[in-house]
């Protein structure tokens, strides 16, 4: 009986725990939601009020933020860029992770602890070599800004698939390659399809950094050709008490929304994907 009641006591305490987290994480995101159908006047006075009487202003904020500040066109090279970066990263590692494990060797082995190497080297610390680097070669642009974010993503995108890789059975490829399969064959039509779990992991992991990245956007693309993120800091530039609060608001709701929603659609395979990637072989 006593067993029975710590278990209860144990798992109610966990269960509130987890109820806490959840209303602290959740509550940042529900207070701009709030701010962003108010006037810019009582965003700064009354940040925690119900949003009513002369403080409703509807959807004005949307309008205003998302017609100011190039926010639109921000937006669309954000979705450009976001999507185009994934897509090479999942692609081009996963075809490299399937090389190294598959080609054992020195070279893949040094590629293999290169690119665990390059998962602790902070971006700070090669951030100004990068930008020199990116502009003399004439990556300053949204083109080239999608392969720098392919080798930054790369160490941890090919750690994962490498781990998955090994977990695959030989003989399934051999198969394929007696049934006159090339290796291109024998990887899209037999080897990537069973690493969804991790590329959709990947992709998720690789969508919420380069779409809230506000650094690298800032130091290669600057203010001429800018991201959400880097809109939206520059929507906060200005005179002491012209900025627009609520527009500032609006446009942070509307650049969550499509992280939010991608996140919630794939959710299910992050665990599995992570596990699979990390702990097989």
């Not at 720098?148 to 490498?162: K, N, P, T």
């Not at 590329?199 to 969508?207: F, K, Q, S, Y």
Request: include cysteine; proline fraction near 4%.
């Amino acid at each position: 009986m006593n067993t029975t009641v710590k278990k209860t006591v144990s798992s109610n305490l966990t269960m509130a725990l987890l109820i806490a987290l959840t209303a602290v994480f959740i509550f940042p995101i529900l207070l701009v939601l709030l701010n962003s159908f108010k006037s810019r006047l009582y965003v700064s006075t009354v940040p925690f009020a119900w949003p009513k009487g002369d403080m409703f202003v509807g959807f004005e904020n949307y309008i205003n933020g998302i017609t100011t500040s190039g926010f639109l066109m921000a937006f669309l090279r954000s979705a450009f860029v976001s999507v185009a970066s994934v897509l090479l990263i999942i692609v081009c590692t996963s075809m490299t992770a399937w090389y190294i494990v598959r080609v054992k060797d020195k070279l893949t082995k040094v590629l293999y602890y290169a690119f665990v190497f390059s998962m602790i080297v902070p971006f700070q610390m090669v951030m100004y070599t990068m930008t020199f680097v990116v502009t003399s070669v004439y990556f300053d642009n949204v083109f080239g800004i999608i392969l720098v974010y392919l080798g930054f993503g790369a160490g941890l995108a090919v750690f994962m698939f490498s781990g998955f890789v090994k977990s695959i059975p030989l003989e399934i490829e051999e198969a394929a390659t007696i049934d006159g399969c090339t290796p291109l064959q024998t990887f899209f039509q037999i080897v990537f399809p069973m690493l969804k779990p991790t590329a959709i992991t990947v992709a998720i992991l690789n969508a919420m950094w380069v779409w809230n990245d506000y650094l690298l956007p800032y130091l290669i693309l600057g203010s001429d050709h800018k991201t959400v993120p880097v809109a939206i800091q520059l929507a906060m530039q200005g005179a002491y008490g012209s900025t627009d609060y609520g527009g500032f608001m609006a446009m942070l709701v509307v650049s969550i929304i499509p992280i939010i929603a991608f996140y919630i659609s794939s959710q299910k395979y992050i665990i599995k994907g992570v596990i699979a990637g990390a702990v097989k072989g």
